[in-house]
């Protein structure tokens, strides 16, 4: 019923296509392999990349549309993940109806395609936030949520392989830039320093914060603020700005009846061999034993279900909504992306700190959901 619902509009010639592209094998590159290719955007570097790509995207978006339909409890036939289906089926059949890239002015052309496929999928956390709302709101209120295990799973692997597909199109978009910003090679930038990037996310926090309680506590950065290596600041910034947002808002809430003023959230910046890695510290209470486990998981957000309020939400408005509780959960893909990691130790009554890992070698392939 899902699928038959969800093909409406498409072709049994396309489905069958994304059957076959979606049983090849996927190719992973490193950040350094996208480092040291990108470092010299030759015309015939880019016509290379274009040829990988045009092979290599869509069968990365054939396996994600072939999940779509396949999603257990009836979440595929949700409005919300049929809508997000039809975007990566519209992606798929535009990729696959690209002629062979043979010349600069083919690789320009894709070069355009890709970018617009980017926006395409700009929309698609929320939309599949949106999805499984609708599904928690239809689901029986007794479900132990331990056993929608399989659609945790189902989303960190969608989410992991949307942060590849993004990366890839994005690396290759930059590439094009005639005016790179200095030590830049695409989205990677090859000096970056995780102090600078940290000071940029936490204030980006704070305003949020303050905006929402009308004031916010105070963030001290510790580390060599010269202390630099190859990283993509944007996916730092994207995961310090979750860690310290959280951090911000537990430390505000538990002072705000209180005399004391809301003590500092600590970062502390550490270069090793192997990792850089980022602590994020706060006196926010702390997060109970039992709820640690919940904390990365999709299903668990502490913000009220936007449905409640609305029920006839409407799919084009709704990356205007928040609340969803993904901030952490797609942190830990973003770190693991490229070889690193997530951890949370939490003291109940006390604060929590979270331990942010980055590989500093950056020869881990992506993960391949």
Request: glycine share 8%; hydrophobic share 35%.
């Amino acid at each position: 019923m899902a699928a038959k619902k969800a093909a409406e509009g498409f072709s049994k010639g396309l489905i069958q296509e994304v059957q076959k592209w979606g049983a090849m094998k996927q190719t992973g590159v490193s950040l350094r392999y996208m480092m040291e290719f990108g470092s010299r955007p030759t015309d015939r570097n880019l016509l290379i990349s274009a040829q990988f790509l045009h092979k290599e995207l869509p069968i990365r978006i054939a396996r994600r549309a072939i999940e779509l339909e396949t999603l257990p409890y009836g979440l595929s036939h949700k409005p919300a993940v049929l809508k997000v289906r039809d975007w990566y089926l519209d992606s798929f059949r535009d990729l696959r109806s690209f002629p062979v890239i043979k010349d600069k002015n083919d690789e320009l052309e894709f070069t355009q395609m890709i970018k617009m496929i980017k926006v395409r999928h700009n929309n698609v956390v929320p939309m599949m936030a949106l999805g499984v709302q609708q599904l928690k709101k239809d689901l029986d209120p007794k479900i132990d949520y331990e056993d929608l295990d399989e659609i945790h799973q189902f989303l960190d692997r969608f989410y992991m392989s949307r942060i590849g597909i993004r990366m890839l199109i994005g690396q290759h978009v930059a590439l094009h830039d005639p005016n790179p910003p200095r030590d830049c090679v695409g989205y990677i930038h090859t000096k970056m320093s995780p102090v600078e990037v940290a000071r940029w996310g936490s204030e980006d926090a704070r305003s949020i914060c303050s905006r929402e309680y009308g004031s916010a506590p105070d963030v001290n950065i510790y580390g060599d603020p010269n202390f630099n290596f190859p990283y993509v600041p944007t996916h730092l910034h994207l995961m310090v700005f979750e860690l310290v947002k959280n951090s911000l808002r537990a430390a505000q809430e538990r002072f705000m009846e209180s005399d004391r003023v809301a003590p500092p959230i600590r970062i502390i910046v550490a270069d090793g061999l192997e990792d850089v890695t980022i602590k994020v510290s706060d006196e926010g209470g702390g997060i109970r034993r039992s709820g640690l486990p919940k904390i990365f998981t999709y299903l668990y957000s502490t913000a009220r279900n936007p449905l409640d309020e609305q029920s006839d939400i409407d799919l084009e408005t709704v990356t205007t909504m928040a609340g969803y509780g993904y901030g952490l959960p797609i942190s830990r893909l973003y770190a693991r992306y490229f070889g690193g990691d997530l951890q949370m130790i939490s003291m109940e009554g006390y604060g929590t700190d979270a331990y942010l890992h980055l590989s500093r070698l950056g020869d881990s392939q992506e993960p391949l959901p």
